[in-house]
């Protein structure tokens, strides 16, 4: 432990001697540091965040849908009637299911107007997808079950037609299935906002209304949504569903396509992580040419000393004690350089974050790793030039000019 703590003062000592051909040596490892910190940090950063976007659409939600086949038959469509057998089969998996309908239209009430995408849905939606609702209520059953005109509109639709007023209570007048129809607004939800909305030029919003008022899309229903229990696998359940209906439709298993938000969040994350493993690898060439930089200048540190070697050798010093000295010493250098890089990359990281507007992720384990393996870089690429010195005999060396 004395000797340790010898050769680290031994090792301090030079670097201090040699300031700026130190810094230079280190660069290599700085650059490659921080890169790989930046890239991993963002990688875990913008997965959390897609996560976060994924649990505001719905967790746990699945979408079984018709495939684009010129094989359809009407047979294959879905009926109110496959949809309570798959309600009564599956009632320990199921949170929410109904029918997906949805329409294009305009929402008028005087002079105002604006572009709405009306859904149809079943009560409880709102848990699904954990809507913000500040105003009225949700669609119920017994709206369901009337066949109610009634809706649930966005906020930002709300301010443009009823601009200063309390939009619950009021009328609008829409397209339904091609005829107009007029609907009193019962709440309003507020949307956040998300990382998305910056890709999407569309100024339309969307109205919430009961599904049973879509009635020819009920007749040929091609899609339908549901949420599993956070405690099943979505994508297993949705298999296993959308195969059921395929075996009551006399279809082969696979027939139907499923969708769920834990299989297009697997498969974002596994690109995310492709990419973020991709570039890193790149990134981490310059750990590299550091550790070539590191080599290179120990042996020039050896060449330098190589007449101290001689008189530490002579006075009794063994050939593991002068591995050892240049072997910390190119370990602090490369460390010091991990440490610097590591650093610079959490800083890099946090400022690409702000710029975003997404809270930063920095994951402990990338930082250990990141400081070990440079530690790891410097004392394979300081063997060398340390088995060299130590490998110098006393005579020789002392000779040395």
């Known amino acids: 432990m004395l000797l340790i703590m010898e050769n680290i003062k031994l090792a301090l000592s030079s670097i201090r001697a040699n300031k700026m051909r130190s810094f230079l040596t280190m660069l290599g490892i700085i650059i490659g540091i921080s890169s790989v910190i930046t890239i991993a940090s963002l990688g875990e950063t913008s997965k959390a965040v897609i996560a976060k976007e994924f649990e505001a659409f719905g967790k746990n939600r699945v979408v079984i849908y018709m495939p684009y086949s010129e094989e359809i038959r009407d047979s294959d469509y879905f009926t109110m009637e496959d949809i309570d057998k798959v309600k009564a089969k599956y009632k320990e998996d199921i949170v929410y299911l109904a029918p997906s309908t949805y329409e294009n239209t305009e929402a008028i009430s005087g002079r105002k107007k604006a572009k709405v995408s009306t859904e149809g849905v079943a009560n409880g939606y709102e848990k699904m997808v954990n809507m913000n609702l500040i105003k009225g209520r949700f669609i119920t059953e017994a709206d369901i079950k009337s066949r109610r005109y009634v809706s649930v509109v966005d906020k930002a639709m709300a301010d443009k037609i009823f601009p200063g007023e309390n939009a619950v209570g009021k009328t609008i007048r829409i397209s339904v299935e091609g005829q107009p129809a007029d609907t009193k607004i019962v709440g309003v939800y507020e949307k956040k906002k998300s990382i998305f909305d910056g890709m999407m030029s569309s100024d339309s919003t969307t109205m919430y209304m009961p599904y049973s008022i879509f009635s020819s899309q009920l007749m040929y229903m091609g899609n339908i949504d549901m949420k599993i229990i956070e405690s099943k696998s979505s994508i297993e359940v949705g298999d296993s569903i959308a195969n059921f209906l395929a075996k009551m439709k006399k279809r082969e298993p696979g027939f139907y396509i499923v969708n769920t938000t834990q299989g297009e969040q697997n498969s974002i994350d596994q690109v995310l992580n492709t990419l973020s493993l991709a570039i890193g ?121």
């Open 281 to 401: 690898a790149i990134a981490a060439i310059s750990l590299l040419v550091g550790g070539i930089g590191i080599m290179n200048i120990m042996l020039v540190s050896v060449t330098e000393r190589t007449k101290e070697i001689g008189i530490r050798k002579s006075l009794g010093a063994r050939r593991k004690d002068i591995l050892l000295q240049f072997l910390v010493e190119s370990m602090i250098v490369s460390a010091t350089g991990g440490i610097i890089g590591t650093t610079l990359g959490i800083v890099f990281a946090s400022i690409v974050s702000l710029v975003l507007s997404v809270p930063p992720v920095v994951s402990p384990g990338i930082v250990i790793i990141a400081v070990v393996f440079s530690a790891v870089v410097g004392m394979f690429f300081g063997i060398y030039p340390a088995n060299r010195a130590a490998k110098l005999d006393p005579i020789d060396a002392l000779r040395y000019e």
